[in-house]
């Protein structure tokens, strides 16, 4: 979702070339694969532009709690970070040949929270990728932006195993939809404010690589979430909240500020709604 919003945020801006990794070599066991093909793409980008500049934004990850740890520690730590040392080798090694060269990792705002982080394989997963930024000593090499982000939604992607999923799964299908008491607190971020966001930081050298938290100040508990959505799409009487426990561990007080670097912000309450009718083709209530 994160990288399409990005590629077709880039090619509409003067001056990009694209050139995308493929998804099958990310994770441990293919590394030669994967440097070879990073090589070959750092390499046909100064072929075709000395002095070019280079971002490298690490998009792909697995978000399925339930997936195996070791997979997940993969996919979403031990490969990006193995890749961020092999391009800091390169970009040193051609220094006189390169302009600046940086690198996008993403995580989640919840790896900010150690007791949050520690109760779920994916959020530790990411506070691995987060604490490893934190002890890096090669951001004078390539810059390291690291963006911690909130729920995204849009486009025409659905994660179902997400809540939104879940919720778009019970709209599509027209059935109950069993939920907790709905106190966690959440934000939910369109995926093209986010992409913008991301390039602006990236397009300002007088920005240092720090923790980028993406937040728009604009919490929402997820009953509140799920009864407007509900609502408005006039299936209310589907809604059954309540109907399950809510988890021992989650964000049940943390709001964050607004953080300066989201420009824009939808209202997530009217976003949502907007892209689960799309999606779904359900007409909104008048």
């Known amino acids: 979702m994160l990288g399409t919003a990005l590629a077709s945020n880039l090619r509409s801006g003067p001056g990009y070339t694209l050139c995308p990794i493929p998804r099958d070599v990310i994770g441990d066991a293919n590394r030669q694969s ?21 971002n490298l934004f690490y998009c792909v990850g697995l978000i399925d709690p339930k997936a195996a740890p070791d997979k997940l520690t993969s996919v979403n730590a031990s490969y990006p970070i193995w890749q961020y040392h092999r391009l800091c ?3 040193d090694a051609n220094r006189d040949r ?6 996008a990792t993403f995580g989640s705002a919840f790896e900010t929270l150690p007791e ?13 990728l987060y604490e490893h930024w934190q002890g890096s000593a090669l951001h004078d090499i390539v810059p390291w932006h690291h963006f911690q982000m909130h729920t995204l939604y849009g486009g025409h992607y659905i994660q179902w195993q997400m809540f939104s999923g ?5 709209l599509q299908d027209d059935v109950p939809f069993k939920m907790s008491d709905g106190s966690q607190i959440r934000e939910y971020h369109h995926v093209a404010d986010i992409a913008q966001c991301i390039i602006n930081r990236l397009g300002r050298p007088d920005i240092a690589a720090r923790p980028a938290l993406l ?65 779904l083709n359900l007409e909104q209530s008048k």
């Open 34 to 54: 994967a440097e070879t093909i990073l090589l070959e793409v750092l390499e046909d980008t100064l072929q075709e532009d000395i002095g070019a500049d280079i």
């Open 89 to 91: 080798e390169w970009a």
């Open 98 to 103: 390169v302009g600046r060269v940086q690198m």
């Open 116 to 128: 949050v982080a520690k109760s779920n394989p994916y959020l530790r997963s990411k506070r691995e």
């Open 166 to 170: 879940l919720i778009a799964k019970a």
């Open 215 to 279: 937040s728009s100040g604009r919490a929402v508990a997820l009953r509140d979430l799920a009864e407007h959505i509900f609502a408005a799409l006039g299936k209310s009487d589907l809604l059954q909240v309540g109907s399950l426990p809510s988890p021992v561990t989650d964000n049940y007080e943390t709001r964050w500020s607004r953080s300066s670097d989201l420009i824009v912000a939808r209202d997530p309450l009217t976003g949502m709604v907007d892209w689960l009718s799309d999606n």
